[in-house]
């Protein structure tokens, strides 16, 4: 995890995204990427864990958006 910085997740998710996608799969098939991603200040009642559940239920939300899709949590 990285300190939240509201400039970082998107971008650094995009990035990700298009370094897989420019890797050629050896037996042909296509490379896709979905990508969730959760930005939080630092508060006493939230865990890692809460952070954790934040970025895999935009993975969902980006796997639900297609192919190629990064999501960046809401909430938190």
């Given at each position: 995890m990285r300190p939240?910085?509201?400039r970082w997740p998107s971008p650094y998710?995009?990035?990700c995204r298009?370094?897989?996608?420019?890797t050629s799969p050896r037996r042909?098939?296509?490379?896709?990427?979905?990508?969730?991603?959760?930005s939080v200040v630092a508060q006493p009642h939230l865990s890692a864990e809460d952070?954790?559940?934040?970025?895999d239920d935009a993975l969902y939300v980006a796997k639900?958006?297609?192919r190629n899709v990064v999501q960046v949590a809401s909430g938190g």
């Amino acid at each position: 995890m990285r300190p939240a910085c509201s400039r970082w997740p998107s971008p650094y998710g995009r990035r990700c995204r298009r370094c897989a996608c420019r890797t050629s799969p050896r037996r042909g098939g296509v490379v896709t990427v979905s990508v969730g991603v959760a930005s939080v200040v630092a508060q006493p009642h939230l865990s890692a864990e809460d952070v954790l559940k934040l970025a895999d239920d935009a993975l969902y939300v980006a796997k639900a958006g297609g192919r190629n899709v990064v999501q960046v949590a809401s909430g938190g």
